[in-house]
């Protein structure tokens, strides 16, 4: 058996062997699903009168999102992904590579596709990729997690406008509220979650103390 599998040198067995693991360890391991959250509109905080406390109150909102298993789970601070609600390692274990889609020889596009594969519990998106290393929030506050976005050297030198439209428009990032059978969406939608950043922009992008 296992001369057979060292023998077998094609990508294709190789991705084969990888699913196969994968979907092991994805069945092998069910978990409860988290309750889904919900976001509070941007109207519901204009009762609040000082800008600078209805921007973090803002971005508190919004932190629902950023710190879910769905966000968190691909900013790790390691070298490998988390996975499922309970953000456990990555099984099978992979690394994040020097362009985060994995080590040359098992690329993230090996076993993640286009789209969910929800017989194995396998994700996918076209673009299935790690955070970069520098916007690792994994175990980091919530503001911690701010400051690192608002920082041009960490956030892959975007400004503010383009983290809104990061926030709201990127396709990955959607995932996170389409994510297949057994993981738990990510609070509210992504327009919701876009627009509550937009808003927190608008009243000067200020950042919880902690």
């Known amino acids: 058996m296992r ?9 294709g067995a190789i991705a084969a062997i990888a699913i196969i693991i994968g979907a092991q360890q994805s069945l092998g391991q069910p978990s409860t699903p988290l309750e889904r959250q919900s976001l509070r509109p941007v109207s519901t905080f204009n ?5 600078e406390r209805r921007s973090v109150a803002l971005f508190e909102e919004a932190g629902k999102v950023l710190t879910h298993p769905r966000c968190v789970n691909c900013h790790p601070r390691g070298d ?5 609600d309970q953000m456990r390692p990555h099984q099978p274990l992979v690394v994040r590579g020097p ?3 994995g080590a040359p020889t098992l ?10 594969f929800d017989p194995a519990r396998v994700p996918g998106d076209p ?14 506050s919530l503001g911690q997690i701010c400051r690192q976005i608002k ?3 960490r956030n892959g030198n975007k400004d503010l406008a383009a983290i809104v439209h990061h926030s709201a428009e ?5 995932w996170g509220w389409k994510p297949g059978v057994g993981r738990t969406p990510a609070p509210g939608t992504q327009k919701e979650f876009g627009a509550l950043m937009q808003a927190w922009v608008d009243t000067g992008a200020h950042c919880p103390a902690q």
């Open 107 to 116: 690329q993230c596009g090996t076993c993640h596709h286009n789209a969910n």
């Open 3 to 11: 001369l057979a599998l060292f023998a077998a040198a094609s990508s």
């Open 99 to 101: 362009d985060g889609m």
């Open 170 to 174: 990127d396709h990955l990032v959607g």
């Open 151 to 153: 920082d041009p050297a």
């Open 80 to 84: 490998s992904p988390l996975q499922t």
């Open 47 to 51: 009762r609040i009168a000082a800008p």
């Open 127 to 140: 673009q299935w990729h790690l955070a970069p290393k520098e916007m690792a929030w994994e175990g980091m």
